[in-house]
């Protein structure tokens, strides 16, 4: 039976004990990612800022590693302790997770040091932004080999038989993040010595970074999968239908590789947008697929809003389905500041704190329970994301070319005001929500297990 | 239903690959801006766009530029970190020939949905029709630094 996949039995004390590494490493950098924020946010008020042993730079250097951390740390990390999950056994398995979570913590640190010591120059581009100082990249570089050790080790469960739904769906997320990487070392071997920085950066990540954002969703579906056999004792969909949705993403994930070859100048413009239609085209199905499976079940079966696996199941698929809807149909007339990526993505972040909470939590022997604080902050950061996308949208909607002339600009910048107030309020919830999130999380993987309580009598 | 479940997960596959061959042979980018260009010298650029600012600029500034109302045919855009310059406004329904030359590093123009990349020392030709009213959009869609969020033209049509 799918739901007796994962057990406290059923993990052995070594991977338990890597996985616990890497779920730290993924919340912990939640956590750093919100106290950089607080920073950034103090450097910009006055009086405050003269108390901050930072320069003026430290505002950009501090947000782009806020969100290095937040979304491609936390992400990768989660697929580390993933991996530490859905790994056949094996002593080689163990060491090489083992190492991977030592050079996944290890780049982290790395990468902190710039933005600390306030050097280098920071970039804004797309995707991973960086600090232009060795170390970061060097911290990049190191972590994300520590990923990759991680990963290596699940490739030959996509031959092997019988396919286990949850287990597959991860290797083919290990399948789709090797991708991205030999894209990013491709796109660095091809842009030429001399290239100005920002266009390096802009392009060496571009490629890889379009890849992860498959990765994104697969870390969703494998959350849905997860979720919905912890719910309901079976997954979304029929096991064939499921792993066909898994293999589907990383098809196009493995044959992204072939742009370098196939698109073009890789500083050109048919490169670049090459990358972009490979979300249009590729990403899609599958999450729409698994999507309907995870709403049919949502619908027939009965509905526990107190269980922390239920709530994430159907807020994360509102909120993506939210965002997914006005990417794809309404095409968001800015493209500057796409609403709907906010809102995609929120839906991801759901599904794995929820994958946390529910699932990998009661594997290192703790529990989320079903408390208030656990349902308040799936809530919190549900509705929080829809209400900032909704803000977005009205100041897109306000950004539209049109006739403005007296009174009209005055009620334009009204519009602006007010819908730069919604986007202000959808933060504050989403922020509220995850630093709940990062609390609960933080405090059950640093305090002794269950049993561990039970047996000194605590409990 | 274990058969119903293969038959939709085969037609799910197949429909990938039918997708992802569309995906890796579909490159026209059709949302590329057609463009001549020719190689040009930024000094000699420079002093074509400030004869063009001299002959035809309207007295008014926006955003720190010269407003110019060329008459149809040739204009000249200077574009550097982070501005497209000067600010244009165009007799509506007419037709012009935007001149754009990067004096820094690698911009793009995208106008209303398609997009031209603008290397240094290459000037990008465009043909532009200015539209009955309004704005016609155009900013840098190619990362150029912190300020390039920031890095939109002026054009407008104005009768
Ligand atoms: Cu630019």
New interface residues.
């Given amino acids: 039976m799918p739901s007796a996949l994962w057990s406290l039995e059923s993990l052995p004390p070594v991977r338990r004990a890597e996985m616990r590494g890497w779920v730290l490493l993924a919340v912990g950098s939640l956590a750093v990612a919100g106290t950089l924020a607080l920073l950034l946010g103090l450097s910009r008020t006055p009086k405050v800022q003269d108390w901050l042993p930072w320069g003026p730079h430290f505002f950009?250097r501090a947000l782009v590693t806020h969100v290095v951390l937040s979304f491609e740390v936390w992400f990768l990390a989660a697929l580390g302790a993933l991996s530490a999950m859905a790994a056949p056994p094996g002593v080689w398995g163990d060491r090489l997770g083992r190492l991977g979570l030592v050079l996944g913590a290890a780049g982290v640190v790395l990468l902190l040091i710039p933005a600390l010591a306030d050097q280098g120059e920071?970039?804004?581009?797309?995707y991973v932004p960086v600090v232009g100082h060795k170390l970061f990249y060097v911290g990049l570089g190191v972590h994300a080999i520590g990923v990759a050790l991680a990963s290596v080790r699940l490739l030959p469960l996509l031959w092997r038989r019988p396919r286990v739904c949850a287990a597959y769906g991860i290797a083919c997320g290990a399948l789709i993040y090797l991708a991205a990487l030999i894209c990013f070392g491709l796109a660095w071997a091809l842009i030429p010595a001399g290239t100005?920085p920002?266009?390096f950066?802009?392009r060496v990540f571009w490629g890889g970074g379009h890849v992860l954002q498959l990765l994104n969703t697969l870390i969703l579906m494998v959350a849905w999968q997860s979720l919905s056999e912890r719910q309901y004792g079976s997954g979304p969909?029929?096991?064939?239908?499921a792993?066909?949705?898994f293999?589907?993403l990383a098809?196009?994930a493995a044959?992204s590789p072939?742009?370098y070859a196939?698109?073009?100048d890789v500083?050109?413009?048919?490169h670049?947008?090459?990358f972009t239609?490979?979300l249009w085209?590729?990403l899609p199905?599958?999450p729409l697929?698994m999507g309907l499976g995870v709403a049919w079940r949502l619908i027939s079966a009965p509905r526990d809003w107190r269980s922390p696996a239920f709530l994430a199941l159907a807020l994360s698929l509102f909120v993506f389905a939210v965002g997914g809807f006005a990417g794809f149909f309404l095409g968001v007339a800015d493209?500057?500041t796409p609403s709907h990526y906010h809102a995609v993505i929120g839906g991801v972040q759901l599904g794995l704190m929820g994958m946390v909470l529910a699932v990998m939590l009661p594997l290192l022997g703790q529990t989320a329970g079903q408390g208030r604080a656990v349902r308040v902050q799936f809530h919190l950061y549900g509705w929080g994301q829809l209400v900032h996308a909704l803000g977005f949208f009205l100041a897109g909607a306000a950004g539209v070319?049109?006739?403005t002339t007296g009174i009209d600009q005055g009620l334009d910048t009204l519009w602006k005001k007010v819908s730069m107030g919604v986007v202000g309020m959808g933060t504050g919830l989403a922020v509220l929500g995850g630093v709940i999130f990062v609390w609960m999380a933080l405090v059950r993987l640093l305090r002794p297990t269950v049993a561990q309580r039970a047996e000194s009598g605590h409990e | 239903?274990?058969s119903?479940?293969?038959a939709?997960?085969?037609a799910?596959?197949l429909?990938?690959?039918l997708?992802?061959a569309?995906?890796?042979a579909?490159?026209t980018?059709a949302?590329?801006l057609p463009a001549e260009s020719y190689a040009a010298n930024p000094i000699d650029f420079v002093t074509r766009t400030e004869a063009m600012i001299a002959a035809s600029q309207v007295g008014r500034t926006a955003e720190g530029m010269p407003v110019v109302r060329p008459p149809p045919g040739d204009v000249y855009v200077r574009v550097r970190r982070w501005e497209f310059s000067p600010a244009l406004e165009l007799a509506p329904g007419q037709t012009y020939r935007l001149h754009l030359l990067s004096e820094d590093?690698?911009h793009?123009a995208?106008i209303g949905d398609a997009?031209?990349?603008l290397e240094p020392n290459t000037v990008k030709v465009v043909t532009l029709k200015a539209p009955a009213?309004?704005?016609?959009?155009i900013?840098c869609?190619?990362?150029?630094?912190?300020g390039?969020?920031k890095m939109i033209g002026s054009i407008e049509a104005v009768p």
Avoid at chain 2, 133 to 137: E, H, L, N
Avoid at chain 2, 141 to 146: D, F, I, K, T, V
């Fill in positions: 950009y920071p970039s804004l581009n797309n100005d920002d266009l950066n802009e969909l029929p096991a064939a239908l792993n066909a949705c293999a589907a098809l196009f044959a072939l742009i196939l698109g073009g500083l050109g413009l048919d670049r947008q090459i239609r490979l085209v590729g199905l599958p697929v493209t500057r070319p049109r006739k | 239903m274990n119903n479940a293969r939709a997960a085969s799910l596959l429909a990938t690959i997708l992802l569309g995906w890796l579909g490159r980018g949302d590329i590093v690698v793009s995208a997009e031209v990349l009213t309004g704005r016609v959009r900013q869609g190619e990362y150029c630094g912190l390039h969020t």
